[in-house]
């Protein structure tokens, strides 16, 4: 009898433990993990000692996990990858400084050589950068959702376990791969001294805004993900890319300017292109992608919702983010009422996107 009362009680305790366990894994799952930089933080200082770095060494440095995640996504190959490491040793190493100081005086023919000489020089402030993240990861999570979360509509304005943060000091940018964020150590020093988690928010904008799902027509997929592209940078630049043309900013991160000053161009290509698909004079196929849409669609997307959002049309762009189609609409409106003579899409086009709407569907849920 004592056995039989114990045995619903057991059972009890354990629903209990793993009704916590299930919790406290809830909480917690989503972090920041350091172990890349940490694990390049060392080899920068074998390297300050004279030592070589050797391939075993610098391909076990890759496959961290943060490291992995973003040689994916760049995709640039092995011997990129293998010139980085030599670029690593005539940085760092003491007896290659007479080379270091000749390569530095050409920074477009040695880039990577400047790129990671500005991690040499700046060291100090990054560990420091490091540590300060670490040292409250909550806050910087926090910080990343808050601008995230201005820059989406309501019902996307959720937080999420399945998606990690990785700290690295691979090249100067951040990605998102694999639901996954992957930040430069260099680029989240410089962003966040402007607005604190700005740049990873801009990442998360791309896990959480979950992009339409379309019945797609043959003749349709490279102009379809052409218009995805530009509305999945052009939304998130707008927490960030304007900090990059303050003061004070890394020449190599200075690309905000560049954007609006290329978009106006870009644009009007495209607007070429659609009235030639109106009117079947003209096709696209996958690889003309990046004339129409360069940088990932930074260009011109940047540029559209600059205007969009100085002639107030920031609830539109919110409401706007799943919907490319909306979204060229509503550039439409902006740069008709635009002082500043912002290019205007031509009436053929806006009538071939709203066919192009009506022959891809959405796929139903």
């Known amino acids: 009898?004592?056995?039989s009362n114990q045995i619903p009680f057991l059972k009890f305790q354990n629903c209990l433990a793993l009704l916590l366990l299930l919790t406290f894994q809830g909480v917690t799952a989503?972090?920041?993990d350091d172990a890349a930089l940490v694990a390049y933080f060392k080899i920068t200082d074998n390297l300050r000692q004279g030592n070589k770095l050797d391939s075993l060494t610098w391909q076990s440095f890759l496959n961290i996990e943060g490291n992995r995640l973003y040689l994916k996504n760049q995709n640039a190959g092995d011997k990129y990858w293998q010139r980085y490491r030599k670029y690593m040793?005539?940085?760092?190493r003491p007896q290659n400084d007479s080379l270091l100081q000749v390569q530095l005086q050409n920074p477009e023919k040695y880039w990577l050589t400047y790129m990671i000489n500005q991690y040499k020089k700046h060291e100090p402030a990054l560990r420091q950068h490091q540590q300060a993240i670490m040292a409250n990861k909550a806050r910087y999570l926090d910080s990343a959702y808050h601008h995230c979360h201005e820059w989406l509509p309501a019902k996307l304005r959720k937080r999420t376990n399945d998606c990690q943060f990785y700290l690295t000091a691979l090249n100067n940018d951040a990605v998102a791969e694999e639901s996954a964020i992957i930040l430069t150590i260099w680029s989240a020093y410089h962003f966040d001294k402007e607005a604190y988690g700005a740049l990873a928010g801009h990442e998360l904008h791309h896990v959480l805004r979950k992009p339409r799902q379309y019945k797609l027509h043959p003749a349709d997929t490279a102009i379809m993900q052409v218009l995805e592209l530009i509305i999945s940078v052009g939304v998130p630049d707008l927490m960030d890319k304007k900090l990059t043309m303050r003061p004070g900013f890394p020449d190599e991160l200075k690309f905000g300017e560049f954007m609006l000053e290329s978009g106006?161009?870009?644009l009007a290509?495209?607007?070429?292109?659609l009235m030639g698909l109106a009117v079947n004079q003209r096709t696209i196929t996958l690889d003309d992608i990046n004339t129409f849409a360069p940088m990932s669609g930074h260009i011109p997307g940047f540029y559209m919702t600059d205007i969009m959002l100085r002639n107030g049309f920031k609830k539109e762009i919110i409401n706007s983010a799943q919907n490319p189609f909306r979204f060229f609409n509503t550039y439409y409106k902006a740069a008709q009422q635009d002082s500043q003579q912002s290019?205007?899409?031509?009436d053929k086009s806006i009538k071939y996107l709203k066919m192009l709407e009506k022959r891809n569907p959405l796929l139903k849920k």
Do not use: F, H, N, P
Not at 89 to 92: D, G, N, P
Not at 269 to 273: E, F, I, M, R
């Open 89 to 92: 040793e005539i940085v760092y």
């Open 30 to 32: 989503q972090t920041i």
């Open 269 to 273: 290509q495209l607007d070429t292109l």
């Open 343 to 346: 290019y205007i899409l031509s």
């Open 1 to 3: 009898m004592r056995i």
């Open 264 to 266: 106006r161009q870009t």
